[in-house]
């Protein structure tokens, strides 16, 4: 059954991506799609609304459109409720972002450090400049803090993972000896 699932999901995926081309009506959608799972994610009420059998996908658009969410958005989501797919949602939009990030030229990364200040705007410029030379794609770093870091970094960029970490490299030093 989760294969079934997984397939209906990425068909919602793919019919929304072949609906726009341009990339910043996509990144708008990606948008659209994250605030509608946070919501679904943070209030119980609007769960609850959302998966109602009582109350007509009609309805529910209404609300969407108060929010501001984008006419397609609105009419994909309808489509989603029609079809009793609301639970794949956040799959969805995972697979849609996957497809958007792989056509375009533009990958999003996390840098994650101990302390946000310990990370100066122009390392992180160096650090997006020698990933674009890696990956072929403009770079935007986002930095997050973990406070499971003690020295170091890690990043998550696409399919990529480095460990820069003092642990890490402890760990690496350890184990050569």
């Known amino acids: 059954m989760k294969k079934n699932k997984d397939i209906l999901a990425r068909n919602f995926s793919q019919?929304?991506?072949?609906?726009?081309?341009?990339?910043?009506?996509?990144?708008?959608?990606?948008?659209?799609?994250?605030?509608?799972?946070?919501?679904?994610?943070?209030?119980?009420?609007?769960?609850?609304?959302?998966?109602?059998?009582?109350?007509?996908?009609?309805?529910?658009?209404?609300?969407?459109?108060?929010?501001?969410?984008?006419?397609?958005?609105?009419?994909?989501?309808?489509l989603i409720i029609d079809c009793h797919a609301l639970d794949l949602l956040s799959q969805i939009t995972r697979d849609y972002k996957q497809r958007v990030r792989k056509e375009s030229n533009f990958v999003e990364g996390v840098v994650y450090i101990a302390k946000k200040e310990d990370l100066t705007e122009d390392l992180l410029q160096q650090?997006?400049?020698?990933?674009?030379?890696e990956t072929q794609k403009d770079v935007s770093l986002n930095v997050k803090e973990n406070k499971d870091i003690s020295a170091g970094f890690t990043l998550e960029l696409d399919d990529m993972y480095l460990d820069a970490t003092l642990e890490k490299t402890l760990n690496s030093l350890i184990n050569l000896g």
């Open 15 to 78: 019919a929304l991506f072949a609906q726009e081309k341009v990339h910043d009506k996509r990144s708008r959608y990606i948008q659209d799609l994250e605030g509608i799972n946070a919501a679904l994610a943070d209030s119980r009420d609007f769960r609850q609304f959302l998966f109602c059998p009582s109350i007509s996908t009609v309805e529910k658009q209404k609300i969407l459109k108060f929010a501001g969410i984008s006419p397609v958005i609105i009419h994909f989501f309808g």
């Open 127 to 133: 650090l997006a400049q020698s990933l674009k030379k």
